[in-house]
C-alpha cells in the first residue's frame, strides 16, 4: 500500500517560514511525480508545487513562485515544501500526492493521497 505522511504544519505570523515534509513508502512502482495540494477554508483543493522525485523537474503555482522550493531527498522518498514570506491566504490544509505518467500541479491524475498537515499564518 502506498502511503505519505506530511509533517511540519504549524501556526505562525505573516512573513515567517516553515518546511514541510512528505515521506513515501509502500510503492510498487516508483511515481513519476510528488506534488503539493492546498485547501483552504471554504476553497477547492490546488496544486502548489510539484517535483520529479529523481530528478530536477520542478513546477509551481504562480501563487508561491519565488518563495515556496520543493525538493527531495532519501532517493526521491521524501519530498520537502520550503515555505517563505508566508501570507495569511497561504492558510490551509496542505498535502502531499503521488502521480503517474508525467508529473503536473493539476489535481487530476494524481492517485495517492496523505492526510494532510495544517498551515495556519496570522496577520
Known amino acids: 500500500q502506498v502511503q505519505l505522511v506530511e509533517s511540519g504544519g504549524g501556526s505562525v505570523q505573516a512573513g515567517d517560514s516553515l518546511t514541510l515534509s512528505c515521506t513515501l513508502s509502500?510503492?510498487?512502482?516508483?511515481?513519476?511525480?510528488l506534488g503539493w495540494f492546498r485547501q483552504g477554508p471554504g476553497k477547492e483543493r490546488e496544486g502548489v508545487a510539484a517535483?520529479?522525485?529523481?530528478?530536477?523537474?520542478?513546477l509551481y503555482a504562480d501563487s508561491v513562485k519565488g518563495r515556496f522550493t520543493i525538493s527531495r531527498d532519501n532517493g526521491g522518498n521524501t519530498v520537502y515544501l520550503q515555505m517563505n514570506s508566508l501570507k495569511p491566504e497561504d492558510t490551509a490544509m496542505y498535502f502531499c500526492?503521488?502521480?503517474?505518467?508525467?508529473?503536473?500541479?493539476?489535481?487530476?491524475?494524481?492517485?495517492?493521497w496523505g492526510q494532510g498537515t495544517q498551515v495556519t499564518v496570522s496577520s
Open positions: 509502500g510503492y510498487n512502482h516508483r511515481p513519476d511525480c
Open positions: 500526492a503521488t502521480r503517474y505518467f508525467g508529473c503536473s500541479i493539476e489535481r487530476g491524475g494524481y492517485n495517492f
Open positions: 517535483i520529479d522525485p529523481v530528478g530536477h523537474s520542478t
